[in-house]
């Protein structure tokens, strides 16, 4: 730990000194530690960041959820007693399905029809049989066994590249 404050205050007394700032350099294993160790510490502050915004993200998300439902109580009391109303007004009315207020409008709309699959196996049976246009077939090339012949034999399959193998750098800090 000695070491880790005698480079960093070495880097602060750099600065100092020097009326251009050097850039920063990993030269030798020293360095190399204090990086590796600063990396570390910055990663355990992001960490312990992340982790006190997500219990205070559940925080406000249990108060909102608490405060909107009692919003939500209201709002279903009064869209039980506007709907009798909206039928009441619009029951001598053959087009008609909406009125306009001043502080909005209320109506009906028509949702629903249509179909809706229940057995998919039997479905796709019938469809096969009567409708193909509704069967979607999807082929597509699993790229394992592709590799696995590469490897084996050396043949590039038409339509493919090889990629080349490169060393990928990475940080693990203690």
Same mark, same amino acid.
């Given at each position: 730990?000695?070491?880790?404050?005698?480079? #960093?205050?070495?880097?602060?007394?750099?600065?100092? /000194?020097?009326?251009?700032?050097?850039?920063?350099? +990993?030269?030798?294993?020293?360095?190399?530690?204090?990086? =590796? @160790?600063?990396?570390?510490?910055?990663?355990?502050?992001?960490?312990?960041?992340?982790?006190?915004?997500?219990?205070?993200? #559940?925080?406000? &998300?249990?108060?909102?959820?608490? /405060?909107? @439902?009692? /919003?939500? +109580?209201? $709002? &279903?009391?009064?869209?039980?007693?506007?709907? !009798?109303? =909206?039928?009441?007004?619009?029951?001598?009315?053959?087009?008609?399905?909406?009125?306009?207020? !001043? @502080?909005?409008?209320?109506?009906?709309?028509?949702?629903?029809?249509?179909? &809706?699959?229940?057995?998919?196996?039997?479905?796709?049976?019938?469809?096969?049989?009567?409708?193909?246009?509704? $069967?979607?077939?999807?082929?597509?090339?699993?790229?394992?066994?592709?590799?696995?012949?590469?490897? @084996?034999?050396?043949?590039?399959?038409?339509?493919?590249?090889?990629? !080349?193998? +490169? &060393?990928?750098?990475? +940080?693990?800090?203690?």
């Amino acid at each position: 730990m000695e070491n880790l404050e005698i480079l #960093e205050n070495m880097l602060e007394t750099i600065g100092e /000194e020097l009326p251009e700032k050097k850039a920063f350099e +990993v030269t030798d294993m020293l360095a190399a530690d204090w990086a =590796l @160790s600063k990396i570390g510490m910055c990663e355990g502050k992001m960490s312990q960041r992340t982790a006190f915004a997500i219990e205070q993200k #559940e925080r406000i &998300d249990i108060w909102l959820a608490k /405060e909107n @439902s009692k /919003e939500a +109580v209201l $709002v &279903d009391f009064l869209a039980e007693k506007l709907h !009798p109303w =909206l039928r009441q007004e619009l029951q001598d009315e053959k087009k008609k399905r909406s009125i306009s207020l !001043p @502080s909005g409008k209320i109506g009906f709309r028509k949702t629903g029809g249509g179909i &809706d699959i229940t057995d998919e196996e039997k479905a796709l049976k019938w469809a096969k049989e009567n409708c193909k246009d509704a $069967v979607k077939v999807k082929e597509s090339v699993l790229k394992t066994p592709l590799k696995k012949h590469f490897e @084996s034999t050396g043949e590039i399959p038409e339509g493919c590249d090889t990629l !080349p193998t +490169v &060393d990928k750098f990475y +940080v693990d800090p203690a």
